[in-house]
């Protein structure tokens, strides 16, 4: 089946730039979504289609894509930004989705 | 604005079906702009999707869950809902409903709204 796949945890200092990856063979033809989710809550889509960012989203968060891989973007991070994030896509042949492992974003 | 609640047992005894149901309010869940979507994630761990139903009632399930999993929509009801049946104590779970917001180009959408979840616990 097919899989996505993210570095489990990722640390940065305040006021940084943090870059999460995600990896997956149907990238390059299959828009990627990436989420947020802080401890008991519902997660939010942060970014859509590779790189959109959705109203009510920091200008910080941006997505982009390069082949197998996507990357999700936070500059200048601030504590708040501290969470799990997922990115989302579609296999090659379009008849299911997945979710990427989970990356664990530490703010030092 | 559109809201997503999610109602259903919390506990369901093993080898029984789990079933849920996801309440659609301030917009039609018939809308052809939106399909829905469950998604679950077991505590501690990471997030899974389980699959989901347009307003034709077409639906795409993740493949190692299609065997046991139904989802429906009731438009009349303004409402979808999640059959899991012969569960077990590894289908215990937080469960998420969100709407998929279509996007042109792109047949699957953003899950940009989403219920607050719902627990469901398997045991005897």
């Known amino acids: 089946s097919y899989e996505l796949t993210q570095p489990p945890s990722v640390s940065v200092s305040l006021g940084q730039m943090a870059r999460i990856t995600c990896s997956g063979e149907?990238?390059?033809?299959?828009?990627a979504f990436w989420f947020q989710q802080k401890p008991g809550q519902a997660p939010v889509l942060v970014i859509y289609k590779d790189n959109e960012r959705p109203s009510g989203i920091p200008e910080r968060f941006s997505g982009s894509s390069s082949g197998t891989i996507v990357t999700l973007a936070i500059s200048g991070v601030q504590a708040e930004d501290e969470a799990d994030y997922y990115c989302l896509s579609a296999d090659s042949s379009y008849s299911y989705r997945v979710f990427g492992g989970g990356t664990k974003l530490t703010v030092l | 604005q559109v809201q997503l609640q999610e109602s259903g047992p919390g506990l369901v005894k093993p080898s029984q079906t789990l079933s849920l149901t996801c309440t659609v309010s301030g917009g039609s869940i018939s809308s052809d702009s939106s399909c829905w979507s469950w998604i679950r994630q077991p505590a501690g761990k990471g997030l899974e999707w389980i699959g989901r139903v347009c307003p034709s009632g077409s639906t795409n399930y993740k493949p190692s869950l299609k065997s046991r999993v139904t989802i429906s929509i009731d438009t009349s009801k303004n409402q979808f809902s999640l059959k899991l049946s012969s569960v077990t104590a590894a289908d215990t779970a937080m469960f998420y409903c969100?709407?998929?917001?279509?996007?042109?180009?792109?047949?699957?959408?953003?899950?940009?709204?989403w219920g607050q979840g719902t627990m469901v616990i398997v045991s005897s």
């Open positions: 149907a990238l390059p033809k299959k828009y």
């Open positions: 969100a709407r998929d917001r279509m996007l042109t180009g792109d047949p699957w959408g953003a899950s940009d709204i």
